[in-house]
């Protein structure tokens, strides 16, 4: 079951954040996150969190924060973060969290979904691929402000 994110789910999405953010070397630390999953379960004008039960258990979750960019030609979202516990993989619950992200996307006006996927998850880039999401050419970069 895939649903919107409410405050007693807390807990296990940041227990499921962490170990996302961990295996892709990104380094927050515990109050920066909690901070930041508590602005987008509070404040749905900001993005969405969902998330994926299993028999009850939050087993997965996914991130979508919205914005305006001209490269779409107006409101888009961000899909910042899927994560599937490793055994629960393999059923359709990465699916079922990106069909719901596109879908609160859709709802929210968003005229595209963006997504980022680290070299080397080639699982990752099969499925957003069987989605018909494309590739872009160019590489991302950041700087990280005062």
Known sequence: MIETARNEDLEPILQLLHTQLQEHDIMLTSH????????????HSLGRILTARLDGKLV???VISFLWTLEHGGPAAW??????????????????????????????????LDLEVDAGHEAAER????????????????????
């Open 32 to 43: 920066t996150l909690e901070r930041a999953t508590r602005g987008l379960i509070k404040d």
């Open 60 to 62: 997965g979750v996914a």
């Open 79 to 112: 899909l910042d973060e899927v994560y599937v516990e490793p055994a629960y993989r393999g059923h359709g619950l990465g699916k079922q969290l990106i069909e719901a992200a596109m879908q609160v996307a859709r709802d929210n006006g968003c005229i595209a």
């Open 127 to 146: 499925l957003y691929q069987r989605m018909e999401f494309r590739r872009h050419r160019r590489v991302r970069w950041v700087r990280m402000l005062d």
